[in-house]
């Protein structure tokens, strides 16, 4: 089985290696990543030439978008991909967050064009220690595997957002819950600086949570997979 891989925060993200070594238990994996970090783009696309560049190892860094790289990547590296993965994110994709992430905008742009996929992200907590990556890639690999051997359903239109949650070093690993998109917006909340600017400061941590949808199920300890159609 072959996987494209790409995301949002660069070739060279930990995040990305994780993901790497969750598809390599599953076939091949090669990796079209952006070039440097491209965290919130959404699904925006490069107008004008974009530079694809070879790292060896089936590994192509792209002066782009994630949405370039799912493009690039099916048409130019493995056209014969059977899934397209993106991640692992370095922060949460929760709810509306779906909309502005780059990582799941390379799944979006390789769904429309008929690749199913699965996008991958990893909630933190600031109270808690970074990102145990070797911990995510076995999750990310329990998932891949729950996914595969489910078939639950490659149909077109449909793709699964995927959240790990940010648990305790001795916490024990977390339950898999398939479960919707939670509705609310991000706060509306912007610092105003004498100068004019405005940063935006919403508290992620604290949003608004439907009960049983993606934000609750991964801020309570489990692995949030959603299924998102876009026709």
């Known amino acids: 089985m072959r996987f494209l891989l790409t995301n949002d925060d660069g070739i060279d993200a930990p995040g990305l290696q994780a993901l ?14 952006p070039a440097g970090a491209q965290s919130g783009v959404s699904h925006a696309v490069t107008e004008g030439g974009v530079l694809m560049e070879e790292r060896g190892n089936d590994r192509f860094a792209v002066f782009g978008t994630p949405a370039d790289c799912a493009r690039l990547g099916l048409l130019r590296v493995v056209p014969n991909a059977h899934w397209v993965l993106s991640g692992i994110n370095h922060g949460g994709n929760l709810g509306a967050d779906v909309y502005y992430s780059g990582t799941v905008a390379a799944i979006r742009e390789a769904v429309l064009h008929g690749w199913p996929g699965i996008a991958v992200s990893h909630y933190r907590r600031a109270d808690f220690p970074d990102i145990d990556w070797n911990r995510a890639t076995q999750w990310t690999t329990r998932v891949i595997d729950h996914i595969l051997t489910q078939q639950r359903a490659i149909e077109p239109g449909l793709f699964y957002n ?13 339950k898999i819950v398939f479960c919707p998109l939670d509705p609310h917006p991000l706060p509306l909340s912007y610092r105003h600086e004498d100068d004019g600017r405005h940063f935006y400061n919403g508290n992620y941590h604290s949003r608004a949570r439907k009960k049983g949808a993606d934000v609750d199920t991964c801020f309570s300890g489990s692995i949030a997979v959603t299924a998102i159609r876009l026709f």
């Not at 969750?22 to 990796?31: K, L, N, R, T």
């Not at 995927?162 to 977390?174: C, S, T």
């Open 20 to 33: 790497v070594a969750a598809a390599d238990v599953f076939g091949e994996p090669y990796v079209v990543a």
């Open 162 to 174: 995927v959240n790990l949650p940010h648990l305790a070093p001795d916490a024990p690993d977390p």
